[in-house]
């Protein structure tokens, strides 16, 4: 059974940083592409970014040069190294299959920018 388990987020003053980190297990994890994903309060969850098997990545046009999303194939983790983080980068970030979100998502891991 594929389990999830975002991790890293917390309250940051815009412009701050936040590391997320997601541990997977019961996949194989290399073969996947892998997404991190965002839900604002009353908004749908959206993609923000994903990195494929090869390690090719792709971002919204919202975070680009913001957001870099990695991955250690050899822990199973997907990190997303969150920089120059806005009001509007509140909401509840998933990890999941990057194409699709493939799987029963976590729990997720909050992330709050105010000051």
């Known amino acids: 059974q594929v389990q999830l388990v975002e991790s890293g987020g917390g309250l940051v003053q815009p412009g701050g940083s936040l590391r997320l980190s997601c541990l997977a297990s019961?996949?194989?994890?290399?073969?996947?592409?892998m997404g991190w994903y965002r839900q604002a309060p009353g908004k749908q969850r959206e993609l923000v970014a994903s990195?494929?098997?090869?390690?090719?990545?792709n971002y919204a046009e919202s975070v680009k040069g913001r957001f870099t999303i990695s991955r250690d194939n050899d822990k199973f983790v997907v990190y997303l190294q969150m920089s120059s983080l806005k009001a509007e980068d509140t909401a509840v970030y998933y990890c999941?299959?990057?194409?699709?979100?493939?799987?029963?998502w976590g729990q997720g891991t909050r992330v709050t920018v105010s000051s």
């Open positions: 990195i494929s098997s090869a390690g090719s990545t």
């Open positions: 019961g996949i194989m994890f290399r073969i996947y592409s």
């Open positions: 999941n299959e990057g194409i699709n979100g493939l799987w029963n």
